[in-house]
């Protein structure tokens, strides 16, 4: 058995949140960077309490949970203060994504897929991907998916849109593009096959078998220390 990683990404309104569901069903592990984005900054977790530290409580609800709407204001106005929420979140959502790579890793995995909005934008995690996935869809269904969706009028989506990179350079950068502009059925045609060649792939075998060293170690260290308290 071998493991690997596996990029995924795409654009606004493009269809990625399909594809995932595909994956999904077809027993895919998918470690969505959004959730683990979310879960990072609960309330009186390490990130969540350097945040209200840094911004202040006027970010947090009634419930004490940060204000997204808010916190995104005041960075999108102020990029030193977007630099100052990534040095915070960033590390801990790498920590926890970690985790979880490493538990299906040692689960026996073929392979592992990342779902990263910003995958392409940001540049820094690809080189750590063995093979990167864009969701892609041309540009008017886009945008027409886009104002149906959200009710907005075109100009509204056009500015939503404009403030991506645009699908067909990422479309440039991919290993694997699944194009999501027809029927759902070709989409899920295209995700099978997508699948069928990952598990056919044979690429890092010692990943798997190093991440089982490491938690062989772990498990080793914990016995010991457990014989002793209990002795």
Not at 94 to 119: A, H, S, T
Request: glycine letters at 6%; hydrophobic letters at 45%.
């Amino acid at each position: 058995s071998t493991m690997f990683l596996v990029g995924l990404s795409g654009g606004i309104a493009s269809g990625k949140s399909t594809v995932v569901a595909m994956l999904r069903e077809l027993g895919c592990a998918v470690i969505d960077a959004d959730v683990i984005a979310r879960e990072v900054v609960q309330p009186h977790l390490k990130a969540y309490l350097q945040i209200v530290h840094c911004f202040g409580t006027e970010i947090l609800l009634e419930n004490g949970e940060i204000n997204r709407e808010a916190l995104g204001n005041i960075i999108f106005s102020q990029p030193e203060k977007r630099q100052l929420l990534n040095s915070i979140t960033h590390p801990e959502i790498q920590k926890e994504m970690l985790k979880q790579i490493l538990k299906y890793f040692v689960l026996g995995y073929r392979y592992v897929i990342l779902d990263i909005p910003l995958l392409f934008e940001t540049n820094r995690l690809t080189k750590f991907m063995k093979y990167t996935v864009l969701v892609y869809c041309d540009p008017p269904t886009q945008l027409c998916r886009l104002m149906k969706r959200n009710a907005l009028s075109q100009a509204e989506a056009e500015a939503r849109v404009a403030a991506q990179l645009p699908l067909e350079e990422k479309r440039k950068l991919a290993t694997h593009v699944i194009d999501n502009s027809g029927e759902l059925e070709s989409t899920r045609g295209q995700v099978l096959r997508l699948h069928a060649r990952l598990e056919d792939s044979l690429d890092f075998l010692w990943a798997r078998l190093g991440a089982g060293v490491v938690v062989a170690g772990f498990g080793g260290l914990l016995y010991l220390l457990l014989r002793r308290f209990i002795s």
